[in-house]
Structure formats: structure tokens, C-alpha cells
């Protein structure tokens, strides 16, 4: 049988066949003229800092693509911050990564870019709860990058089930406008009724209250079905209906409060990014956010060598000789390796495979605590 969709099975990227064609014949000619160098290859983005600082993802992925082949790896730790030079460096015989250019960039690009995404999102609602809902916005396939991403960003979790299951984590969410259309015009109270009765009681008691009318109306009809079994209400309504939407949260907020259900919280979606999360961060408790992480677009690294057989090397316009990068008070410095470690300064490049055996752990939890202190660090 046809492979259903058009997606690559795992084999292909492990077997190098995932790749750009001219790594393919990059390695027949080297093989035919019996070359094949040691090299240093750098993974950069920019090669200067320039102030504009991003979150490093992807690391897990490009360990396990090159474990048990002859290459040592130094990369950046997954969930830090990085401006400027190289965030991996690989060392071997060329053929031992070649064809493996096109899936290591594509691996870093990708999840540097919905991590450093959801780290903006992060920031703008800091003390708010913010799940990801961005697994609709992406290929099947890539739902558990973008939800790893948004965990090592520090949101609060995640709605999509199989990506949940391989990350360890279970999944979120409650109901949407679907279950409410299914019942129909009026029967928003019976909803919500059979919701409480269907669904395992460890699941809070979100209303989505948009659907048919006016978002106070369906409020108070959840707050009569459901009474104090209620936890929450979600407004998923659409941009062009919305109108003053802090004013019409202040609104709910208020008719709440006044019937004594001030411990209702109020969730608010639909294609907020970190500007909207500003602005309402005040009047709501908890945010559902996706385009704006998913959009991302992906960082530009690029693949370099920079030294063969022990001398420096490169194209034009790339810096030749093998580099270190550091953290230094509120900062980022990039310089040649072996020269004076700057005063002050981290050493960001860490032993990431030698020998071709992976020699560290990729905790989430532990990633997302590296990043909050970058983050506080230096942003």
C-alpha cells in the first residue's frame, strides 16, 4: 500500500536520503577521488551578535540523527538564548555527516523558531495561563515540535493528545464550537450539561460561551447549567465580531462578580499574539495561543565548514577558524577558540555527542528552566 500522506517515515532522515540532492553527489565525487577530510563545521544564524536574541530547539533531534557515527558535537544547550555565532559545531570526516546538512538545519530552524515564538508569548502574559493551541495551524507530523517548543518556552501546556503522549505530558482542553453547533441555537445550557455528565470529572468545567449570541447570555446560561461545578468560560469569538473585546471581558468579569461567582475564571482565544496578551493580560486568567507561535518564521542557520585537516578555512564571507561563543554579563561574545575566554564569560558550547555516543539528557522541565533565566538574564 501507498503511504497515506505525504510524509517521510523516520528511516528516510536517519539514512541521510532525507537530504538536499547535491550532498549526494558531494559524496559520490569525494568518494570516487578518495577524499575525505576531517573537518570542523559550524551552525550559524548570525555570525556577529546584533542585540536580537533567539531560543535555541531542535538539539534532541539532531543527537539522536547523528548518534553512533565517527563525529564529536558541541552545541548550545536546548532552551538557551543565543545572538550571534555558532550554536553547533561537528567534528569528523566529512562523509560522516554530509547528506545529513539538510535534516540538521531543517531539525534547528524549525524549533528555534516556534520556541523563540512562544518565549515572546511567554513574556507578554507572565503571570497568566497560556497553553498552546497551535497543533491545528501545522502538518500532523510536527505536533509534538511546536508543543515540545511551547513547553521549553515555559507555557502552561498543550492540547494535542499524540504529542502529549510521546512528550509525557497529557493534553488539554474542553470543548469546541463543533459540540455546541451539534446540539443547536438554544440548547448552549444542555451542552454544557452533557458535557458535565459524559466527561471524566478530572477535566475542568471550561464553557466555550460564543457560539449563537451574545457572549454575556451564554456566560450566565453556563453558569445556570452548571452552577459552582463551573471553572471557567471560554470567548474563542472571531476578530471580525468582537468589537472593544477588553471592554466586553471587563463586561463578563463584572456580571460574574456581581452574582457572587467571582472565582469563575475567564479564558480568552483565537489569533491573540504577545500585543493582545498585553492588553488583556489584566481582565482574564488564561490565554489559548497558536498562529502566533506557529508563524514563526524559521531561523536562517546556515551549515559551514570552517577548518580542514587542522586549518582554517572557509567560503566568502564566512569566518574561518573554530569559535566559541559565551554569555557574558547581559550578553553574548563571539571569538576564536583557544584565545581568552572573555572576563566573565560562560562558555556556551557543551560536549553534545563524542565519539558519536550522546553524552546528555533533554529534560523539558529542565530546559524550560534555563530559558526563564536567560530570559530574566539578558532580555
Known sequence: MDDPFDTLAPESVLDGSATDAYFLRTETTLEGAGRNPDVVAEVTADQFPTGEFEALGGVKDVAN??????????????????????????????LEFARFETSILGFLSQASAFTSAALDVRRAAPDSQVLSFGARHLHP????????????????????????????????GTMPHAL?????????????RAFDEAVDESVPRVALCDTFSDEVEEVLGAV??????????????????RGDFRHILREL?????SRGHEDVGIFVSGGLGPDQLRELRDVVDGFGVGSAITSADPVDFALDIVEID???????????????VYRTEGGHHVG???????????????????????????????????LGEDAADVL
Open 65 to 94: 540523527l547523528l548518534s553512533g557515527r565517527d563525529l564529536d558535537v558541541h552545541a548550545i544547550r536546548e532552551g538557551r538564548l543565543f545572538d550571534g555565532g555558532p550554536v553547533m559545531r561537528i567534528e569528523g570526516p566529512y
Open 141 to 172: 507530523m510536527l505536533a509534538p515540535v511546536v508543543e515540545r517548543s511551547a513547553l521549553v518556552a515555559g507555557l502552561d501546556g498543550i492540547s494535542h493528545v499524540a504529542a502529549g503522549e510521546l512528550l509525557g505530558r497529557e493534553a488539554g
Open 180 to 192: 455546541l453547533l451539534c446540539f443547536g441555537r438554544g440548547e448552549q445550557e444542555a451542552a454544557f
Open 224 to 241: 445556570a447549567a452548571l452552577g459552582d461545578d463551573l471553572d471557567s468560560v471560554r470567548i474563542d469569538t472571531t476578530s471580525s465580531r
Open 253 to 257: 468579569r463584572w456580571h460574574l462578580d
Open 310 to 324: 587542522g586549518e582554517p578555512i572557509s567560503k566568502r564571507g564566512k569566518l574561518p577558524g573554530i569559535k566559541e
Open 336 to 370: 576564536l577558540a583557544g584565545r581568552e575566554d572573555p572576563e566573565g564569560g560562560e562558555a556556551l558550547l557543551k560536549p553534545l555527542l563524542e565519539g558519536g555516543e550522546v553524552v546528555r539528557e533533554f529534560d523539558i522541565d529542565a530546559a524550560a528552566e534555563r
